[in-house]
């Protein structure tokens, strides 16, 4: 069974800082995709990212940033310098490749900037 | 280009009486699915459909049908709801090498 595990239920810092958040993942399959998407209080799901479980490699796309590690089966998610436009709830997930559909989700990490 | 449409926004109904959650989508996405999110629970996957005709259950479909007449369209029914089923219900899509597309949500309250 698939599993993911987003220990941190809410971080707050102050805007400008810089912020992990962390996700853990377990499955059986050697094919897979590690997703995160954005939740603001507005309700609606963003997509964020998506990486497969054959890349590696760190991806950075304007403040955000994604560190794969399939040795310690971690898919962390990292925001440089803050803004108070990234407050919302941020949810990692994962399928496998072979699935017709389904993402098995965290629980998410509620994250607070602060002014 | 809408992507995801679900309808209504926000249904209130009470213990026993059904409904149904609409879900259409205009990109031909092959693949469609309903999740509920609770809170401190992330989503779950109520049931998922990879093409017309085709669905199958997922890790919490008890209290919910599905049918996929066409490739736009997904409603998930309530034969008779229960308070248990109060929850933000989202219906997505995709294609083979994409990511999932979320509509905007259905808010459920059952009294």
């Known amino acids: 069974a698939q599993k993911v595990t987003q220990a941190q239920t809410e971080i707050s810092v102050v805007e400008k800082e810089d912020v992990t958040l962390d996700c853990v993942y377990e499955t059986r399959d050697t094919t897979y995709y590690l997703f995160w998407y954005k939740q603001p209080p507005s309700g609606e799901l963003v997509f964020l990212i998506r990486r497969n479980s054959f890349d590696e490699q760190n991806e950075i796309s304007g403040r955000y940033s994604w560190n794969f590690q399939k040795s310690t089966s971690s898919f962390n998610f990292t925001i440089t310098a803050s803004q108070v436009v990234d407050s919302a709830v941020y949810f990692c997930?994962?399928?496998?490749?072979?699935?017709?559909?389904?993402?098995?989700f965290g629980k998410g990490t509620h994250l607070i900037i602060q002014p | 280009n809408a992507g995801v449409t679900q309808t209504p926004k926000f249904q209130v109904l009470k213990t026993g009486q059904s409904m149904t959650l609409q879900c259409a989508q205009d990109?031909?996405?092959?693949?469609m699915s309903w999740y509920r999110q609770d809170p401190g629970m992330g989503l779950r996957l109520i049931h998922y459909s990879v093409g017309a005709g085709i669905t199958d259950q997922g890790e919490v479909p008890n209290g919910y049908n599905v049918s996929r007449s066409t490739t736009e369209d997904f409603p998930l029914r309530l034969l008779s709801a229960a308070p248990s089923q109060t929850s933000v219900y989202f219906c997505a899509s995709r294609t083979v090498n994409s990511p999932l597309h979320f509509g905007n949500g259905t808010r459920l309250t059952v009294t």
């Open positions: 997930a994962l399928s496998e490749a072979r699935g017709a559909d389904g993402l098995t």
């Open positions: 990109m031909n996405h092959e693949y």
